[in-house]
């Protein structure tokens, strides 16, 4: 009888006072049979009262599939998980924070950044059943242009984006302006043809979809037009870096919990310029389509930058090193396999051994690591070392242990930087030829051994006294030929 009432009476009882007499009554009127667990109606109610309370839902339905229950009309057994706290603790604990399984200030602060619209997995992650493309050569188009930059700065970030991962893999892409692509970029706001619709300015970047031949949508990569897209700017997210991560998925890659991965949920802006693809990214793209099939030869190279490092010379290529020492023959070695924070195709190297430090320079910043590991608070500018903003890149580096001295070369320049009082020596710049007479052309990378400083400049190697600066000897370039 009671619960009949109640039934035809819901919508017009408090419902405080309906949960009072459910609880009052429940044994009574709704008996359990034999081995059925016993009905926790409060916590149920209060499971749908976070839900509502919760700033942000929507979060953890879209990236960590929340069973919504908010509209739920049934009740749960007690001993089964609160579906709210799990999957927040499923969150924490991929961007590694506490796992608390509450709504704490911290795990709010990540879910207002700015981030990729495809879930969450774990690193380094596939798509589930691994797809990846059946061919190594892809087409892309660009449907559209963000009025938020030019054409070219568009197709260049573009391009350049799609690079970051044939640099590392067999995989080739060519542009085509008209018919269907492999993958097809576009610039649209909210609803926009796909089932996941953006979410205006500051939420949701861009998403894109894993490869699958029978959808007509797979490969292709969507950004939210709601964005201020910027070719380098902090002000905006980045175009190169967002479009990078989403061909990440085009290729089949979901999301890495790795910080500082590229395929990282969240946008964090880095400076184009210094960008370099991480280990576990490689890892991950290399799992589906191999190692690329052009690594360098190392007997027909420019050298990026040579140097020193704890008894063994380092000569530096593109995103491989070789290792020479007197005792060990030269082996090849990704730089990021050595050093995991350090960036690709470097300018510059030295060593300072009083530091115990290794400097590698690219574009206008400086990177220091103490053995293998990143020292706090870099990479730097390369003002830190005093030199003006004219100075967009060091090209090469060489330090003299005897003087305390570190030359850092600059188009036909060079200046002195003295280690121990850190700044520019007095009268610097100077002229290449006036500090190395006999010297002709720019130096592309540069080392001391036997107290005698190596100037490599192209095909050619110009051997120097370190103390009088007098030309010794001009040798070829593959003199110290590493393997």
């Not at 188009?141 to 260049?156: A, G, L």
């Not at 500082?260 to 210094?274: C, I, V």
Request: contains cysteine; positive net charge.
């Amino acid at each position: 009888m009671l619960y009949c009432f109640l039934i035809i009476t819901f919508k017009n009882i408090n419902k405080s006072l309906l949960l009072f007499v459910l609880i009052k009554h429940a044994k009574k009127f709704l008996p359990l049979n034999k081995g059925m667990r016993k009905i926790n109606i409060i916590n149920t109610w209060a499971r749908r009262k976070r839900l509502r309370q919760a700033e942000n839902p929507d979060y953890l339905r879209k990236f960590y599939n929340l069973e919504d229950l908010m509209g739920t009309s049934h009740f749960r057994p007690e001993e089964e998980i609160d579906p709210l706290s799990d999957k927040l603790k499923e969150m924490q604990k991929f961007f590694k924070l506490k796992v608390t399984g509450t709504l704490n200030k911290e795990t709010l602060e990540v879910m207002k950044k700015p981030r990729c619209g495809v879930p969450d997995v774990a690193a380094y992650s596939t798509f589930e059943g691994k797809p990846k493309w059946q061919k190594n050569k892809l087409t892309y188009r660009i449907v559209n242009y963000t009025p938020d930059m030019s054409i070219p700065e568009v197709d260049e970030s573009i391009k350049k984006a799609l690079q970051v991962w044939a640099n590392v893999t067999p995989l080739r892409f060519t542009r085509i302006n008209k018919g269907i692509a492999d993958i097809m970029i576009s610039f649209a706001t909210r609803v926009h043809g796909d089932a996941q619709p953006f979410d205006g300015p500051q939420g949701t970047l861009a998403h894109a979809f894993a490869p699958s031949p029978s959808s007509g949508i797979g490969g292709d990569a969507h950004f939210d037009d709601d964005e201020l897209f910027t070719l380098g700017s902090s002000k905006g997210p980045v175009l190169f870096l967002v479009a990078a991560h989403e061909f990440g998925h085009s290729l089949g890659l979901s999301h890495s919990d790795v910080r500082g991965a590229l395929m990282f949920p969240t946008y964090s802006f880095t400076d184009p310029d210094s960008f370099s693809l991480s280990s576990d990214d490689i890892r991950g793209i290399q799992s589906l389509y191999g190692l690329t099939d052009s690594e360098p030869d190392c007997r027909n190279l420019v050298w990026d930058a040579v140097t020193t490092f704890k008894g063994e010379t380092m000569f530096f290529k593109d995103r491989f090193f070789w290792r020479r020492s007197p005792s060990t023959s030269a082996a090849q070695v990704l730089i990021k396999s050595f050093w995991p924070s350090a960036p690709d195709n470097i300018d510059a190297a030295y060593e300072d051994p009083v530091q115990d430090k290794l400097f590698l320079f690219k574009g206008k910043q400086v990177w220091a690591f103490k053995d293998k590991n990143l020292e706090p608070g870099y990479p730097k500018p390369l003002s830190s070392f005093g030199l003006p903003a004219s100075v967009t890149k060091v090209d090469a580096a060489v330090h003299n242990k005897n003087s305390g001295k570190t030359l850092l070369f600059f188009d036909i320049y060079y200046y002195s930087y003295d280690e121990k009082e850190k700044k520019i020596d007095k009268g610097n710049p100077k002229r290449l030829e006036n500090g190395f007479p006999g010297l002709t052309g720019e130096v592309t990378a540069a080392h001391m051994s036997n107290s005698n400083i190596y100037l490599f400049s192209g095909a050619n190697l110009f051997e120097f006294s370190s103390s009088n600066r007098n030309l010794l000897r001009l040798l070829k370039s593959d003199h110290f030929l590493p393997c």
